[in-house]
């Protein structure tokens, strides 16, 4: 059977066992990468990931067609970026997933690329737990994969942020015919941001909201010139294993682990 969600009729869907499946949502962005990297780099490689892990399961894993649009409201001073509310993001998440919880379904788990969604995950998902009785988990991919990151970045901390030497490597393994290298340039996040730097080794401990027209030159925060397919390969490679991991976690995850107390 297809394990792309999309290309299974309903009765197919229908016959897949509640307790046994589960449900990948990739989540990302379309937003400004800098002059380098297309606008869909954060949903291609949560897509990714959540595609090549159902595809490579056995059948026991089912990929959800991807919410292409996050929130991206600290990206909008650049054309190319579609943002979405917050609450459109949270209604999308609801509209799905009650979807789904209506038939029985209870496993799923969202896979991040994008760090703007983080917090408005966290948020639905715990709404959502209550109102669904479903508790559903999420991670961000570079969460999964911190020690490869310190392990293989070349760059200082603030080089791993956005459109940086890990997207960057990561684009060049998958579609390097996709990476403008004329254009690539480092732009670190200057002094005044450093304590909320967003690098995904080790992020600021202030959480100022970032503007990149204001705080970044090209839209770019990190240091795409030492970005390398070589390390796009090692990253992708340690986030496919990790979020195997995950998987098979919740598939062997007591029933009772993912159903909540329903309050309302
Ligand atoms: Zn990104």
């Not at 496993?107 to 508790?135: K, P, Q, W």
């Not at 559903?136 to 020690?147: A, C, E, H, R």
């Not at 340039?185 to 202030?206: E, N, T």
Request: glycine share 8%.
């Amino acid at each position: 059977m297809a394990f792309r969600f999309s290309e299974l009729n309903w009765q197919q869907i229908d016959s897949l066992d509640r307790d046994k499946t589960i449900f990948l949502l990739p989540t990302g962005a379309i937003e400004q990468h800098g002059p380098h990297l297309p606008v869909d780099t954060d949903i291609y490689n949560s897509n990714l990931l959540v595609e090549h892990v159902a595809e490579n399961s056995g059948g026991n894993v089912t990929a959800l067609p991807p919410i292409w649009w996050g929130t991206s409201p600290h990206h909008k001073g650049y054309p190319g970026t579609i943002s979405l509310k917050l609450e459109t993001f949270h209604h999308l998440l609801n509209d799905i997933f009650s979807s789904l919880t209506a038939h029985g379904f209870y496993r799923f788990l969202v896979i991040n690329g994008h760090g703007g969604n983080a917090g408005i995950l966290t948020a639905s998902t715990a709404d959502l737990s209550e109102t669904l009785g479903v508790s559903i988990p999420t991670y961000s991919y570079w969460q999964s994969i911190k020690q490869v990151l310190i392990d293989i970045g070349d760059s200082e901390i603030g080089g791993m942020g956005h459109a940086c030497e890990m997207e960057t490597s990561l684009a060049l393994y998958h579609r390097p015919e996709l990476v403008d290298m004329k254009a690539i340039a480092k732009d670190m996040p200057d002094v005044r941001v450093a304590l909320s730097c967003i690098d995904f080794r080790q992020p600021g401990f202030l959480g100022i909201p970032l503007d990149f027209r204001r705080d970044s030159k090209s839209g770019v925060m990190g240091d795409p010139t030492l970005a390398t397919a070589e390390k796009g390969e090692k990253i992708f490679k340690a986030a496919l294993v990790a979020a195997t991991d995950a998987v098979q976690a919740l598939l062997s995850a007591d029933r009772e682990v993912l159903i909540t107390e329903r309050f309302n």
